[in-house]
């Protein structure tokens, strides 16, 4: 009996130190992953949202994740809230639906990318068994620069495509992110009854007229001039810049599915030049080689 109660809070200590062993390998794969591998722009954006949910900046220890400019945004409303002990309310509201809604669009980005390397890799593995079966067919052997040539074709398909789609994002990104920035830290401060010359000192203005986008310009003139009429007149201006704030998605949302339709044309293109057109050279390789 009383080797059997040993045998028992031995196996419970085991237990106790076998949970303790693995709660400390997880803590060492979690820091390890943060520190070197890099968490998606997705992910980080729905990071920021929980810690807005949770209001938790007051934490010394927390680490705010970086995503575009909300992050900013946040810690800039947090800092003058604070100052002037006003409520988060309405402000947060302003940035947690502005973030949902770009997160969504960043999301149909992200899922189009990994689609569309998904289709390059199933492409490159239909024509390199196509290739294989040919050549066993004619009974011929590739000779080894050719496939190594084909393959370097490949690889720089995959490689200048997501080169010219990270550069049409980023596009996109420069020339709306001052837009969101400045319109939205605007319009939260302003919540929070910030004094208009302070909130002019933490807006950048300026960064708005180097803004290139077609069709921006007539967003921004309506955006300064509600600017104008609350300065100069002191008019309300909240209803309307919650109209302008959702002209303004709607008009990102668009530009958006215009950059998705031309990345599709450029998809199929660059699926006939980089990958059709190396199972049809390997084809004519082969050929050559059994008529010669």
Not at 2 to 19: E, G, K, N, T
Not at 144 to 160: E, H, K, N, P, T
Not at 263 to 286: D, G, I, M, Q, R
Request: aromatic content about 14%; some cysteine; hydrophobic content about 50%.
């Amino acid at each position: 009996m009383i080797y059997l109660s040993f045998s028992i809070v031995a196996l419970v200590l085991l237990l106790f130190d076998f949970s303790d062993a693995l709660t400390r390998v997880t803590d060492v794969i979690k820091s390890f992953s943060k520190k070197f591998i890099k968490r998606s722009a997705f992910n980080q954006g729905k990071d920021l949202y929980d810690i807005m949910i949770r209001n938790s900046i007051d934490d010394p220890h927390l680490e705010v994740p970086h995503y575009k400019f909300y992050d900013r945004l946040f810690l800039r409303v947090n800092e003058a809230a604070k100052k002037l002990g006003a409520q988060l309310i309405k402000p947060m509201s302003i940035i947690k639906k502005s973030l949902l809604q770009d997160l969504a669009y960043e999301k149909k980005i992200q899922d189009f990318y990994i689609q569309t390397n998904f289709q390059f890799l199933i492409m490159m593995t239909i024509c390199w068994l196509f290739t294989l079966y040919s050549s066993h067919l004619l009974g011929v052997r590739q000779k080894v620069w050719v496939q190594i040539a084909l393959l370097i074709w490949q690889v720089a398909g995959v490689l200048s495509f997501s080169l010219i789609f990270k550069a049409k994002r980023d596009h996109i990104q420069r020339c709306f992110s001052p837009i969101y920035l400045n319109f939205l830290s605007y319009q939260s401060l302003l919540s929070v009854s910030l004094p208009i010359a302070s909130i002019r000192k933490l807006c950048d203005f300026n960064a708005l007229s180097r803004v290139r986008y077609k069709g921006i310009d007539f967003y921004l003139r309506r955006f300064f001039s509600l600017v104008t009429l609350r300065e100069k007149y002191g008019k309300s201006t909240e209803e309307d810049l919650d109209l302008l704030l959702g002209d303004i998605n709607g008009f990102y949302e668009v530009s958006l599915e215009k950059l998705l339709r031309q990345l599709n044309v450029l998809k199929f293109v660059w699926l006939c030049v980089f990958f059709l057109s190396t199972y049809l050279a390997s084809v004519y390789s082969s050929l050559v080689s059994v008529l010669i």
